[in-house]
């Protein structure tokens, strides 16, 4: 049962611009938010998280934005370059430390 | 630091074969998992570890056992492989939870590429 719901499944962006992912949860017990990025043949690397109590986390040119009422939370990448190009995973935390993640967004940024 | 160091990065075998997937931290984080990667699904967690001999399940346990006998190692193993086990199983671990901003920030190892003929 997938209870972090990510889309899009895939995503092609122009040099420049943004990129934007989103996911849904439905368990209101999670309680941190981090976002993954992927490179082939690579293992995933924290990106940015947020906690819920918190409506947007900014670095650099990466953001979060957290809607805890719509149990949405967004990763939003200005300025998208080609070395941004992988595949982002959303996750929720559950308990101590019980990860559940989205199924992942392959992004390409057109050079 | 070496990281998180995952043993080995390929692996055939065949139906009904065990094998033990090898982890290793050298970060002492008390926190330690594994992951199993398929097209479409994301990634979930199979089994977790709070610290050395405390083991826990994740949401797809079945057909892997695992233990923690030290604070650094944290070995999966196949009892008898299925080719549904065919994967590629990532090992993570994390410090204690605090409060700083990247608290509990999972490190991943480069994954073991599993096939189950």
């Known amino acids: 049962q997938q209870q972090v719901k990510q889309s899009p499944q895939s995503l092609i962006v122009q040099k420049g611009g943004i990129s934007i992912i989103n996911c849904a949860y439905e368990n209101t017990a999670f309680d941190y938010f981090p976002w993954y990025q992927q490179f082939p043949g690579k293992g995933p690397a924290l990106l940015i998280a947020i906690r819920p109590d918190v409506s947007e986390k900014k670095e650099g040119r990466f953001t979060i934005s957290f809607n805890k009422s719509a149990k949405q939370f967004s990763l939003h990448i200005m300025d998208s370059q080609p070395g941004d190009s992988a595949t982002y995973f959303c996750?929720?935390?559950?308990?101590?430390?019980?990860?559940?993640f989205g199924t992942g967004t392959r992004l390409k940024v057109l050079a | 630091n070496a990281g998180v160091t995952q043993t080995p990065k390929f692996q055939v075998l065949k139906t009904g074969q065990s094998m033990t997937l090898q982890c290793a931290q050298d970060?002492?984080?008390?926190?330690m998992s594994w992951y199993r990667q398929d097209p479409g699904m994301g990634l979930r967690l199979i089994h977790y570890s709070v610290g050395a001999g405390i083991t826990d399940q994740g949401e797809v346990p079945n057909g892997y056992n695992v233990s923690r006998s030290t604070t650094e190692d944290f070995p999966l193993r196949l009892l008898s492989a299925a080719p549904s086990q065919t994967s590629v199983y990532f090992c993570?671990?994390?410090?204690?939870?605090?409060?700083?901003?990247?608290?509990?920030?999972?490190?991943f190892g480069p994954g073991t590429r599993l096939t189950v003929l």
């Open positions: 993570a671990s994390s410090p204690r939870a605090s409060g700083r901003e990247r608290y509990n920030e999972q490190f």
């Open positions: 970060m002492n984080h008390e926190y």
């Open positions: 996750a929720a935390r559950s308990g101590t430390y019980k990860y559940i």
